[in-house]
Structures are given as C-alpha cells and as structure tokens.
C-alpha cells in the first residue's frame, strides 16, 4: 500500500508525450466544492486555448457535492476532470497533478484560492526575461470565506520583476509566498521530486528546496488569492490537533540540509522565532472562539521558542484571554458582587 505521506519526494516521471504543451493547470480539489466555480472561472477568463494549456480538475475522492458536473458544466469540454479511486491525501493528490501535467509549466492552483486578471501573461514574462529559473511567482492577496480581502498590507521582496537574490536565506527563515501564486517548471518537479514529509508546511519545505537548486523569479504584482479562515480545510484540521506546529518543526529540520552549514543555526533560530509567533498569531485569533485550540498553539509556540519577543507575546496572551474572561464574566453578572459571591458559593 502508497503511504499517504512520502518519507521523501516522489519521483516525478518525465513526460513522454509527442509534443509538450506551455501550461498545465492542475487543481486539486477535496470538499470545497462550494469554491470551485470561483477557482475554475479565474482559470477560464484567461484561458490562452486548449492547444497552450491544459486545464484539469483532480479530485481527491471529494464527498460534498457533484465535482465532475460542476466541472463539466462551468468547462464546457473545456476543463477535464479526474476522480482519485480513494481519498489519497493532498501530498498524493498534488503528485498526480505533477504526472499528469503536459505543459513546460505546473501551476497547482487548489481548488479553494482564485486568481486575478493577468496572472499567466505575468509568468509567462518571467520566465522569457529569466530562463534559468526554475519557477516563478508573484505576490498575492489573502481573502476570506466571501472572497473579500482578508489581509491588505504592502509587502514587496523586490520593487519590480526580476530574480530574488539569496533567496533560499530568505525563504528558509519564514514563509513567503503561498500556493496559488507559483507556477513550478516541470523540468524542476523530475529533478527535484514532488511534495513529501508533511501535510502542512510541505510547501514551505518544496519552495525552499527549488530555491537551493535553481533561480526563483518575482513580480510584485498581486494576481493571485489565497484563501484563508474559512473553517475548512488541512490547516484548520491541523489547528486543532496542534499537528500544525509539528508539521512546522519537522519542515526547519528538513530545511537545514539545504543551506551552508555556517548558516544553518542562525536561519533555524530566525524560522522558530517566526513560526513561534505564527501560532501566537492563531492563537490570539482564536481567544474567544477556541481557547482550547488557543491555549494548544501557545504551547506549539512554546516548544519553539523562548527568545524574549517570543516570551513577550505570550505573556500579553494570557493578560488578554484573562482580561477578557473578566469582561465576560461582568457582562453575564451585572448584579452586585454579592450576588457573583453567593451564585459562585453555590
């Protein structure tokens, strides 16, 4: 039996076809069927024609809703559809994609995140004006539930189009770019393997390992949206267990091998920091909602690291999730204290 998690990169078979194709867009899709019109649309109203690109849905055995209607009626023909035999898990779903991709280029874009206007025309110019890099990616907005901008600051790694110096420093200390916003040449998928490790992280951990193997190209632009906190979903299960902080450790520890070794503590130190404070974020997120899952991800945070800021953070954390406890408590008991001190006696 296919282990649902590689222990490491799938071997991607090269393509055998007689003539490749510019653009594959492979959209894996698993219960979020009530955003795929949006993702498919967002690929259709730039579509560059079926002799350029290939578009294909890979549904991972998905159980809310009829995906391979959905698909055939929004594609027309257009957009071809594959149903997994078994829910396979996303690191297998994203390795069928790889394979069954045709085109020079892989844009893996999930079925729960959207584009905008112009993202191809956008990498299809990286990659004529930068050759030798081995993908490309520009930057991105974060949208909720509804679509709507969920994060909106302007946050920039380079001004303008060009290749990121020291880029593989960079990504290996925190997250810089999310899925939808990368198209991935297949030529580095055969080389490199496909996804491996983890369910969450592994991402972090491939645009890390194609940055200490090939030049990665960046246009500012923001063409694409990843969707976030919408109650679904890999990362909101793995909030809940707390696997997210794990999946996280086991990431930087996969990261080291790929950097200088007079560099390797410095950039583990500055990735735990960051990511400790990326559970805090959550957490502080989650106060009022969740605070079991709250309190989970401070201790995620916790065995990350105790550098001061850290320490900081998680001290004001408690203060708040205290504080507002007491302002909940006197909304509830507006009486007088005495009346709070003989309910709280019974």
Same mark, same amino acid.
């Given at each position: 039996?296919?282990?649902?998690?590689?222990?490491?990169?799938?071997?991607i078979l090269p393509y055998l076809g007689e003539e490749q194709i510019i653009w594959s867009v492979m959209i894996p899709v698993?219960?979020?069927?009530?955003?795929?019109?949006?993702?498919?649309?967002?690929?259709?109203?730039?579509?560059?024609?079926?002799?350029?690109?290939?578009?294909?849905?890979?549904?991972?055995?998905?159980?809310?809703? *009829?995906?391979?209607?959905?698909?055939?009626?929004?594609?027309?023909?257009?957009?071809?559809?594959?149903?997994?035999?078994?829910?396979?898990?996303?690191?297998?779903?994203?390795?069928?994609?790889?394979?069954?991709? *045709?085109?020079?280029?892989?844009?893996?874009?999930?079925?729960?995140?959207?584009?905008?206007?112009?993202?191809?025309?956008?990498?299809?110019?990286?990659?004529?004006?930068?050759?030798?890099?081995?993908?490309?990616?520009?930057?991105?907005?974060?949208?909720?539930?509804?679509?709507?901008?969920?994060?909106?600051?302007?946050?920039?790694?380079?001004?303008?189009?060009?290749?990121?110096?020291?880029?593989?420093?960079?990504?290996?200390? *925190?997250?810089?770019?999310?899925?939808?916003?990368?198209?991935?040449?297949?030529?580095?998928?055969?080389?490199?393997?496909?996804?491996?490790?983890?369910?969450?992280?592994?991402?972090?951990?491939?645009?890390?390992?194609?940055?200490?193997?090939?030049?990665?190209?960046?246009?500012?632009?923001?063409?694409?949206?990843?969707?976030?906190?919408?109650?679904?979903?890999?990362?909101?299960?793995?909030?809940?267990?707390?696997?997210?902080?794990?999946?996280?450790?086991?990431?930087?520890?996969?990261?080291?091998?790929?950097?200088?070794?007079?560099?390797?503590?410095?950039?583990?130190?500055?990735?735990?920091?960051?990511?400790?404070?990326?559970?805090?974020?959550?957490?502080?997120?989650?106060?009022?909602?969740?605070?079991?899952?709250?309190?989970?991800?401070?201790?995620?945070?916790?065995?990350?690291?105790?550098?001061?800021?850290?320490?900081?953070?998680?001290?004001?954390?408690?203060?708040?999730?205290?504080?507002?406890?007491?302002?909940?408590?006197?909304?509830?008991?507006?009486?007088?204290?005495?009346?709070? *001190?003989?309910?709280?006696?019974?």
């Amino acid at each position: 039996m296919v282990k649902r998690i590689p222990e490491s990169p799938p071997h991607i078979l090269p393509y055998l076809g007689e003539e490749q194709i510019i653009w594959s867009v492979m959209i894996p899709v698993y219960n979020c069927f009530k955003f795929i019109e949006e993702t498919i649309t967002s690929v259709l109203d730039q579509d560059l024609g079926e002799n350029i690109m290939q578009i294909e849905v890979i549904d991972d055995y998905s159980t809310d809703g *009829k995906v391979e209607e959905l698909v055939k009626q929004l594609g027309n023909g257009r957009v071809q559809y594959f149903r997994q035999k078994q829910n396979v898990g996303s690191l297998r779903n994203f390795e069928t994609c790889i394979n069954r991709s *045709k085109g020079k280029y892989v844009h893996i874009l999930h079925g729960d995140d959207k584009l905008e206007p112009g993202f191809y025309n956008e990498i299809d110019f990286l990659f004529k004006n930068y050759p030798n890099a081995g993908a490309a990616f520009t930057n991105f907005h974060l949208i909720n539930g509804n679509s709507k901008i969920a994060e909106s600051k302007d946050e920039f790694i380079l001004d303008a189009p060009g290749i990121i110096p020291n880029f593989l420093e960079k990504i290996a200390s *925190k997250q810089l770019l999310q899925p939808p916003a990368i198209v991935v040449k297949r030529s580095t998928y055969e080389n490199l393997g496909g996804f491996f490790a983890v369910h969450f992280g592994e991402d972090w951990e491939m645009w890390t390992r194609i940055s200490a193997h090939y030049p990665v190209a960046y246009s500012p632009k923001k063409l694409a949206n990843y969707r976030v906190g919408h109650g679904d979903g890999i990362s909101y299960n793995s909030f809940q267990s707390g696997q997210n902080f794990k999946d996280l450790l086991t990431v930087i520890n996969i990261i080291q091998n790929y950097l200088p070794d007079n560099k390797r503590q410095h950039i583990k130190d500055a990735a735990l920091k960051y990511n400790a404070n990326y559970c805090i974020k959550i957490a502080n997120s989650l106060i009022l909602k969740n605070t079991k899952v709250a309190k989970t991800q401070i201790k995620g945070a916790w065995s990350m690291s105790k550098d001061f800021y850290t320490m900081y953070r998680i001290v004001r954390f408690y203060v708040m999730y205290f504080s507002r406890f007491k302002q909940i408590e006197s909304f509830i008991f507006p009486e007088s204290k005495s009346f709070k *001190k003989f309910f709280f006696k019974r």
